[in-house]
């Protein structure tokens, strides 16, 4: 009778041994997994930061480029349909989306407003005397730069999801980290070239004149 109290006071302490392993190791991972779920937060944040960026550069832009003569309104327009598209897209600016169909509407108005503002500089091409205003000068100079910032912060928002994706699924998270509300969260789309900033450059000592409309 004494062997059996000793057994099962024994299997009794190695049971609360476990029990106490299993609440730690599941505390240092939730804390491990809350954090690297607001890094991804914190980059999103900064994409979305960088995206309202050149967002709040399009209305001046576009009043700097429709002052100059005969100069194409489709592209204009383009570009205003493109930006007020972006604001019909409603999704949390501090919280990464879980939805990947959400963020893959985002990226999309997000690219249609990147199309535009490509056709813009084109087109921007055939004006000489836009070429040399100041201000145009200075807002695609500000335009390059947040392009610039839009595509690092991006790859950076990719790199947080892929470690926080790989952590709960990996053991032991993959047991419980949904019961814990972390869940797989999607990546923004890679496209050809997305790892080289677009540039943004003008001849601004072209003597060209602007083709008849």
Same mark, same amino acid.
């Given at each position: 009778?004494?062997?059996?109290?000793?057994?099962?006071?024994?299997?009794?302490?190695?049971?609360?041994?476990?029990?106490?392993?299993?609440?730690?190791?599941?505390?240092?991972?939730?804390?491990?997994?809350?954090?690297?779920?607001?890094?991804?937060?914190?980059?999103?944040?900064?994409?979305?930061?960088?995206?309202?960026?050149?967002?709040?550069?399009?209305?001046?832009?576009?009043?700097?480029?429709?002052?100059?003569?005969?100069?194409?309104?489709?592209?204009?327009?383009?570009?205003?349909?493109?930006?007020?598209?972006?604001?019909?897209?409603?999704?949390?600016?501090?919280?990464?989306?879980? %939805?990947?169909?959400?963020? #893959?509407? @985002?990226?999309?108005?997000?690219? &249609? =407003?990147?199309?535009?503002?490509? /056709?813009?500089? *084109?087109?921007?091409?055939?004006?000489? %005397?836009?070429?040399?205003? #100041?201000? @145009?000068?200075?807002?695609?100079? &500000? =335009?390059?730069?947040?392009?610039? /910032?839009?595509? *690092?912060?991006?790859?950076?928002?990719?790199?947080?999801?892929?470690?926080?994706?790989?952590?709960?699924?990996?053991?032991?998270?993959?047991?419980?980290?949904?019961?814990?509300?972390?869940?797989?969260?999607?990546?923004?789309?890679?496209?050809?070239?997305?790892?080289?900033?677009?540039?943004?450059?003008?001849?601004?000592?072209?003597?060209?004149?602007?083709?008849?409309?």
């Amino acid at each position: 009778m004494k062997k059996w109290i000793i057994i099962l006071g024994g299997l009794a302490v190695i049971f609360i041994l476990f029990l106490i392993f299993a609440v730690m190791l599941g505390g240092a991972s939730y804390n491990r997994l809350n954090s690297q779920n607001q890094a991804v937060n914190g980059k999103w944040a900064q994409v979305q930061n960088d995206y309202q960026r050149r967002a709040d550069l399009i209305p001046n832009l576009v009043n700097t480029v429709s002052g100059a003569a005969n100069f194409e309104k489709s592209t204009l327009t383009a570009i205003t349909d493109a930006r007020a598209s972006i604001g019909r897209v409603t999704i949390n600016a501090n919280t990464a989306p879980d %939805d990947a169909a959400k963020l #893959a509407e @985002f990226e999309k108005a997000q690219g &249609q =407003l990147s199309s535009a503002l490509s /056709r813009l500089m *084109v087109v921007s091409e055939r004006y000489p %005397d836009l070429k040399a205003n #100041a201000g @145009f000068r200075d807002l695609s100079v &500000q =335009l390059e730069g947040t392009e610039n /910032r839009i595509a *690092v912060a991006r790859r950076d928002f990719n790199e947080a999801v892929q470690a926080f994706n790989t952590s709960i699924k990996a053991f032991p998270a993959v047991f419980y980290s949904g019961a814990m509300g972390f869940h797989e969260k999607p990546y923004f789309a890679a496209t050809p070239g997305s790892d080289t900033p677009p540039k943004v450059e003008f001849d601004f000592n072209s003597t060209k004149t602007p083709a008849k409309q």
